[in-house]
T-cell receptor
């Protein structure tokens, strides 16, 4: 399978706990994006990487959120001290450099904070 | 502000019927528009992509239209099937916008037998 993969697919956590999600992009894609999607809404941009460099962050990405892409391949998104409002689907996408509109999405990680 | 508005928010149709979903955008300067299908609990999958010069593009039973003058697009589904039940998201990209895509809120389609 050469598509974008995400792990885990589902995560249930208690409020206040930390969670980390992983995204493996399509191997030849330089750009990697994170989005958050709540029920009935379109995805909202969180941040994106060009190789290992994090080039843009949305103001939705509070101090409790951190994303990394240390080797320019897979990426992790960590949420610290989770809150119930963090419950959402977290989508990862990747694209070739210079073709940002050609984003291929992963299956998402659904986070439920209880 | 760049925005993408979709209508209706939700739609229920009977299997075999046709339907049309609408997308209005204010993204400027326009680069391209894409329709995605998103099954429940899964990531969006691209159906069509249209640039400024394209008026119509088909992908099987899906036909997208684009009117760049009125900044409107539609997605027409012919002879609907139960597997068409999903959310359909309109996404618009602006020229020189780097990574930025503007997403619509989606239309949730339910096809009933």
């Amino acid at each position: 399978d050469t598509g974008v993969s995400q792990d885990p697919r589902h995560k249930i956590t208690k409020r206040g706990q930390n969670v980390t999600f992983r995204c493996d992009p399509i191997s030849e894609h330089n750009r990697l994006y994170w989005y958050r999607q709540t029920l009935g809404q379109g995805p909202e941009f969180l941040t994106y990487f060009q190789n290992e460099a994090q080039l843009e962050k949305s103001r939705l990405l509070s101090d409790r959120f951190s994303a990394e892409r240390p080797k320019g391949s897979f990426s992790t998104l960590e949420i610290q001290r989770t809150e119930q409002g963090d419950s959402a689907m977290y989508l990862c996408a990747s694209s070739p450099s210079g073709q940002a509109y050609e984003q291929y999405f992963g299956p998402g990680t659904r986070l439920t904070v209880t | 502000k760049n925005q993408v508005e979709q209508s209706p928010q939700s739609l229920i149709i009977l299997e075999g019927k046709n339907c049309t979903l609408q997308c209005n955008y204010t993204v400027s300067p326009f680069s391209n528009l894409r329709w995605y299908k998103q099954d429940t609990g899964r990531g969006p999958v691209s159906l069509t992509i249209m640039t400024f010069s394209e008026n119509t593009k088909s992908n099987g039973r899906y036909t997208a239209t684009l009117d760049a003058d009125t900044k409107q697009s539609s997605l027409h589904i012919t002879a609907s099937q139960l597997s068409d039940s999903a959310s359909y998201i309109c996404v618009v990209s602006a020229v020189n916008a780097g990574n930025m895509l503007t997403f619509g809120g989606g239309t949730r389609l339910m096809v009933k037998p």
